[in-house]
């Protein structure tokens, strides 16, 4: 099992920036990615931005030039720098991992919130 804590969410003002970090922690054998969810009120979960074991990224249309993913794989850490944050950036942000031997299983964080109000 792996279990993953994220830190970092809270209140920001429009055009302000987060950090947000997610350890996993528990019985890790290979990590294959990295990702952050988000979801706001009353709508669908979606991807945020994904980074594999070896670096690749991926991100949302609506994050990019706005976010960075990166990852310490000494730490299994994964960070999001959040800037020039909307307030459609509001929702409560998810960690995502795939781990395992031979082949990946996926787990959750228990979510964090981001909220971007005056």
């Known amino acids: 099992q792996v279990q993953l804590v994220e830190s970092g969410g809270g209140l920001v003002q429009p055009g302000g920036s987060l950090r947000l970090s997610c350890v996993a922690s528990?019985?890790?054998?290979?990590?294959?990615?990295m990702a952050w969810y988000r979801q706001a009120l009353g709508k669908e979960r979606e991807l945020v931005a994904r980074i594999n074991s070896g670096g690749s990224t991926n991100y949302a249309d609506f994050v990019k030039g706005r976010f960075t993913i990166s990852r310490d794989n000494s730490k299994n850490t994964v960070y999001l720098q959040m800037n020039s944050l909307k307030p459609e950036d509001t929702a409560v942000y998810y960690c995502?991992?795939?781990?395992?031997?031979?082949?990946?299983?996926?787990?959750w964080g228990q979510g964090t919130q981001v909220t971007v109000s005056s």
């Open positions: 995502n991992v795939a781990e395992g031997r031979f082949g990946p299983n996926y787990y």
């Open positions: 528990g019985s890790i054998f290979s990590i294959y990615f």
